[in-house]
């Protein structure tokens, strides 16, 4: 009796074999990417009920994001303004900035009925995600460094991923982040504009000794005074300020040790 397949069936199986292995290898390429915050939340920029502007706010106006987001300093959470943060300057007779306009339509009412302008809520981390965000304040991480320059938006957007690796690249590397404190919440930040003495100076004003200061410049040198820090420095860095001088002595001096382990963020 002749064959019931016919011949050309005996490649069959070989050739479903390397299909599925083509298949798997673009889905293990794609899933990496696809299924990541970067493609699904990167760029995210909802419509909100009240068109408001950072732009102009922070921006045009230079307004600091702690009038808003008063608790973020001391909250793990940043609050969300209420209606009153935003009469306090549009409000009849608060100077009359606008009060009349269209756009605050919604705000006057919300005023005057107490219900919350329900907002849409941009960045949101996952509920199996701890983030406090006065431990990154108060350590020197700005609002820009997760949030991107919010003053030259016009409408909010997600700038950048906050995926686990994200996260983990800056608690590896925080210098690449750290700036004085009073620098935090300036989203113009551009350490070249410090003033190189004025920073050692600060740091010598916290009790720090000068050699200790000088072994994070250059391990192999030493200082006994401002003048010698700077001039190390300028050896090092440079005429100009840099992120790197910057971070690696706040890292150093304020002990900044970020956990790379899984329950500092899951919990």
Known sequence: MGNFFPRWTNWLPLKLAVAAGFVVFGVSLAVPYYFTPKYTRVGYQPSQPVPFSHQIHAGQ?????????????????????????????????????????????????????????????????????????????????????????????????????????????????????????????NLKYDPAQLDRSAFYQNLLGKGIAPAEIAQSIDPSRSAANLADLVSLAEGRYGKQVTQLEVGSQLKKHWQVQPPENCTACHR
């Open 61 to 185: 106006l230079g307004l600091d994001c702690r009038y808003c987001h008063s608790f973020v300093e001391a909250s793990g959470h940043a609050n969300v303004p209420t209606n009153q943060t935003c009469i306090n300057c549009h409000g009849p007779g608060k100077g009359n900035i606008k009060s009349n306009s269209p756009k605050l339509a919604k705000v006057i009412a919300a005023a005057e009925t107490g219900k919350p302008i329900e907002w849409v809520k941009i960045h949101k981390a996952p509920d199996y995600v701890y983030f406090n965000h006065s431990a990154h304040l108060n350590r020197g991480i700005s609002c820009q460094s997760c949030h991107g320059r919010i003053d030259q938006m016009e409408v909010v957007h997600h700038a950048e991923p906050q995926s686990m690796g994200w996260c983990l690249d800056c608690h590896r590397n925080p210098e690449k982040n750290l700036r004085p404190l009073e620098q935090v919440t």
